[in-house]
């Protein structure tokens, strides 16, 4: 089947399966449109970011790739501008965090059978709960591909924001099929500005502001920047085994 077609499938099934989901008598959640997005394995920004040792290496987890495919599964903004108002994060915040991880699985489990039905081979590229407590994040970020596919930008303490909205889930499968342009040959300078638009919203080198300092439940924010440990230590009270900063979130409407 022509890229066009299977990519116009996938958005279909996803956005079914999106719908599904929240019609459960079981989940509290609810979201918008999910969006989709394809990168090439080939981008040299992972490369870079490999490098560095700030992210793993799509070649590296699966050698067949060549085209990441992701999503993003925005949650509905009720729950966001809440998390927002109280100060720490509210009930409501904690619980999507866990139902949007729920959903990524099936929305995975929905790309596979796509993709399998286009006879590719699929394949994910981390165990959704993995964490490494010393490096404080997960060994793969989607958000990093995310934001090199241009589905959004990176945002304080490593969150995921699109078209100015952050709180939303960020997944994705690699697959051996070419759905991805051909990545940009970027190189010198311009390759040093690329992973500067990555890791400085990031924020863990600063600045950050006062009212950015004050908002932290976890004391993990000082003008510095914010310290990786301190938050995972605070998301440890809301999850015990990836206390990632999403289980929080009360730092990431701080863009720079
Ligand atoms: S996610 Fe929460 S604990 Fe972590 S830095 Fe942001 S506000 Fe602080």
Redesign the pocket.
């Known amino acids: 089947m022509d890229a066009e077609l299977v990519k116009r499938r996938l958005k279909k099934r996803i956005t079914e399966t999106v719908q599904e989901f929240q019609e459960r008598e079981d989940i509290t959640c609810r979201f918008g449109e999910p969006e989709l997005a394809y990168v090439s394995v080939d981008d040299v920004r992972f490369d870079m970011l490999f490098a560095r040792g700030l992210n793993g290496h799509p070649r590296e987890i699966y050698r067949p790739g060549r085209t990441i495919i992701l999503y993003y599964l925005p949650l509905a903004e009720d729950i966001v501008r809440a998390n927002e108002q109280s100060e720490e994060?509210t009930e409501e915040w904690v619980k999507a965090y866990f139902e949007s991880l729920w959903l990524a699985m099936y929305v995975n489990q929905t790309i596979r059978e796509v993709m399998v039905g286009q006879g590719r081979l699929i394949s994910n590229l981390n165990n959704m709960v993995e964490w490494d407590d010393e490096k404080c994040r997960e060994e793969w970020s989607h958000k990093y591909a995310a934001a090199i596919a241009g589905l959004g930008e990176m945002g304080?303490?490593g969150?995921f924001h699109r078209n100015g909205q952050y709180g939303g889930r960020v997944g994705g499968m690699i697959t051996d099929g070419m759905y991805a342009d051909r990545p940009d040959a970027i190189e010198g300078e311009e390759l040093q500005e690329a992973l500067a638009k990555l890791l400085n919203p990031c924020l863990f080198d600063g600045p950050c502001s006062e009212e950015?300092i004050n908002?932290?439940?976890?004391?993990?924010?000082t003008a510095e920047g914010?310290?990786k440990a301190?938050?995972?230590d605070?998301?440890k009270k809301y999850n015990e085994k990836t206390p990632a900063?999403?289980?929080?979130?009360?730092?990431?409407r701080f863009r720079v």
């Open positions: 994060p304080p303490a969150s950015m908002v932290c439940p976890g004391g993990a924010i914010i310290d301190k938050c995972r605070y998301c900063p999403e289980v929080c979130g009360k730092c990431f």
